[in-house]
C-alpha cells in the first residue's frame, strides 16, 4: 500500500512538473474557443473506504459502505479539463435517458456537447492530465478503475460495486484492453482482473501500455 502511495506522489508530481506548459496552453485554448472554466469539476464515486487499498488485499466481494448509501465507494471531486460547453451537464438528459439504459454505462458518437478543442483533448487524452493533482491528493491513483460519475454509480448493482474495491485510476487495465467499450460486464471482466492480480510490476507494464493506446488514439469518444 505504501509503496503504491509513494510511487503514485513521485510520479505524478514529476508528471505535473514537466506538463505544466501543456497545461497552460490548453487552459487558454479552452477559454479562446468557449465562455466558461478551463476546469471541468465533477463528483465521482471512489474507493470504498472499509476495505484496504494496497497490493495485498484479494478479495473478490465488496463490502458495501452504509455512510456512503447505495453507492459502495466514497464521492470525491474530479478534476479534468473541459471538453464541452459550459451547460453540458444540463443538456444530458436530453441526451441519455439512464433510467432506461440496460447496463450502468453510456458512450455518445459525435455528442454535440463536446467543442472543437475537446476532441483533440479526447482523442490525446489531454483532457485527463488535471487528474494528477487527484493523485497528488490521495483520491485517486496512476493504475485503477475509471472514476464513474455519482448518477452511473447509482444504476449499480452489487457486482458492478466490486470494481469500488480500490482506488480509481487515472488509467487502468480497461482502458488499454477495451478503451470505449459500451459493454459493462467487459469493463467489469478487466477491472476485476486487475484487483485480484495488481501490484507494482504490473501498475508498470499498464502505464507502459497506456502510452502506445494513447499515441495511437484508438477507441476514444
Not at 506522489?9 to 479562446?32: D, E, F, G, M, Q
Not at 464541452?84 to 444540463?90: I, L, Y
Amino acid at each position: 500500500m505504501y509503496a503504491k502511495r509513494i510511487s503514485d506522489i513521485v510520479v505524478s508530481s514529476l508528471l505535473v512538473v514537466l506538463s505544466l506548459p501543456v497545461l497552460a496552453l490548453v487552459a487558454v485554448l479552452i477559454r479562446l474557443e468557449s465562455p466558461g472554466p478551463a476546469i471541468f469539476r465533477q463528483k465521482r464515486v471512489g474507493m470504498n473506504r472499509r476495505r484496504g487499498n494496497g497490493y495485498g488485499v484479494r478479495g473478490d466481494h465488496e463490502t458495501i459502505d452504509r455512510r456512503n448509501g447505495n453507492l459502495g465507494g466514497r464521492p470525491f471531486t474530479m478534476y479534468k479539463f473541459r471538453s464541452m460547453v459550459k451547460e453540458a451537464e444540463a443538456m444530458l438528459p436530453c441526451l441519455v435517458d439512464l433510467g432506461a439504459l440496460s447496463e450502468p454505462v453510456f458512450k455518445l458518437d459525435d455528442d454535440p456537447r463536446v467543442t472543437r478543442v475537446g476532441k483533440v483533448l479526447r482523442k490525446t487524452s489531454l483532457d485527463e492530465l488535471p487528474q494528477l493533482f487527484n493523485i497528488l491528493k490521495g483520491d485517486m491513483t496512476l493504475v485503477g478503475p475509471r472514476p464513474e460519475a455519482m448518477n452511473v454509480v447509482e444504476l449499480y448493482g452489487e457486482e458492478h460495486k466490486r470494481r469500488l474495491q480500490v482506488k480509481p485510476g487515472l488509467t487502468g487495465l480497461q482502458q488499454i484492453s477495451c478503451r470505449g467499450t459500451r459493454s459493462m460486464q467487459e469493463r467489469l471482466k478487466y477491472d476485476i482482473h486487475y484487483i485480484r492480480h495488481r501490484s507494482l510490476l504490473f501498475d508498470l507494464k499498464i502505464l507502459l501500455k497506456t502510452v502506445f493506446v494513447v499515441l495511437a488514439g484508438t477507441g476514444t469518444h
